[in-house]
């Protein structure tokens, strides 16, 4: 009998175990619905390391469309806005558009991972942003890069947390 209760504590530990360590699955909408908040630092060729942060309020319109409002604030700038209009295409796959891009934005998600690629109205940088959804379901890592001609002109790295 001990050997019995001996052998199901090692399964539920190595069953604990192998749960923490599975990555979750990220839900796009679920988590920009409501208020999230960026900090970040930004690195563009030849510049000083700057912060940008990005406070986000997001939800459905009337067209059932998610719609994200950011209000950007990059160091030594005035304060701007951004719109993100979205839709699914496919499991786990978005399109629309975002004020500051020329052309449509496209989002795909694998796990807990999004890739959203879009080309930048200003300059015509190629943007490839990965957001990774962490282990606590509240705080995603960013990782933005920003090529023209194949050359990386910038870079932000940080965090998003959900605040509600």
Known sequence: MRLVGTVALALLVASSA??????????????????THADNVMKIALQ??????????????????????????????PV?????????VGDNHFTGFL???????DVVISGNTATIRYTMKDGGLKIVQRLELQADGKT??????????????????????KLD
């Open 48 to 77: 000083e390391t700057k912060t940008l942060t990005v406070d986000s309020i997001g939800g459905r319109n009337k067209e059932g469309e998610f719609v994200l409002i950011d209000t950007v604030h990059e160091q030594d700038k």
């Open 140 to 161: 995603m890592s960013n990782h933005v890069e920003a090529k023209k001609f194949g050359l990386k002109f910038g870079r932000v790295d940080g965090t998003v947390r």
């Open 80 to 88: 701007r806005t951004r719109t993100w209009v979205m839709h699914a």
């Open 99 to 105: 004020s500051d891009a020329k052309g449509p934005v």
């Open 18 to 35: 192998h749960a923490a360590a599975e990555k979750p699955k990220l839900d796009m909408l679920g988590f920009f619905a409501g208020n």
